[in-house]
């Protein structure tokens, strides 16, 4: 099973991910985290990405095509795989459907985590002091937000017309969202 979860900065994503994974035996594919490694490592696309990351824009869609086509390809996540944060934009959106066909597998499921702003600045505030992320500040934390509402409006309809669309509320505490994704993905092996 393929599973995409998207939603704003804060909306639960990667923790969300992280019990799903476990629960069925899944890979947590995370662009973000992706990134931030490059940036960690100090690698010449890490030094590229950077300043993009931290001003809370999006990073190319080449580049992270290509982080992703990299998983896709590897017949060891074939249909294992959670793609936590991509795609963001409809160009990727298309991409990544592509690079599945291309490679025999489909998307199952897509979950959108829902989440209002105020909540997403008092969850990244309480965030910035655990992980220390660099983009993890209100003012990023807003760009983020505009990031996020500007393009996604597409990839939802492109997922509603698709029929694979189930819209989660993220303001609901982990473990309700967490019980109610569970339930999601029960259904959908059917
Ligand atoms: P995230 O960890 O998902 O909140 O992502 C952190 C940051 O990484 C985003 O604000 C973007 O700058 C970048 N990023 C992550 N995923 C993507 C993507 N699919 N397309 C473009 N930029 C991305």
Not at 75 to 100: C, E, T
Not at 134 to 160: H, L, Q, S
């Amino acid at each position: 099973m393929n599973i995409v979860i998207f939603g704003p900065p804060g909306a639960g994503k990667g923790t969300q991910s992280n019990l799903i994974v476990k629960k069925f035996n899944l890979y947590q594919l995370s662009t973000g985290e992706l990134l931030r490694k490059e940036i960690k490592d100090g690698s010449e696309l890490g030094k590229k990405i950077s300043s993009i990351i931290n001003d809370g824009n999006l990073v190319s869609d080449e580049i992270v095509g290509n982080l992703i086509e990299k998983y896709i390809t590897n017949n060891f996540y074939k249909s294992r795989l959670i793609f936590d944060g991509y795609p963001r934009n409809l160009n990727q959106a298309k991409h990544l459907d592509d690079l599945l066909k291309k490679n025999d597998q489909i998307i199952h499921i897509v979950l959108k985590l829902s989440v209002s702003l105020r909540t997403i600045k008092k969850r990244i505030l309480e965030r910035k002091d655990l992980e220390k992320r660099t983009d993890d500040n209100e003012e990023t934390a807003i760009k983020r937000y505009e990031t996020y509402e500007n393009n996604i409006k597409p990839v939802i309809d492109f997922y509603k017309k698709s029929n694979l669309l189930k819209v989660v509320d993220g303001e609901a505490s982990i473990s309700e969202i967490s019980s109610e994704i569970s339930r999601l993905i029960e259904s959908n092996k059917g």
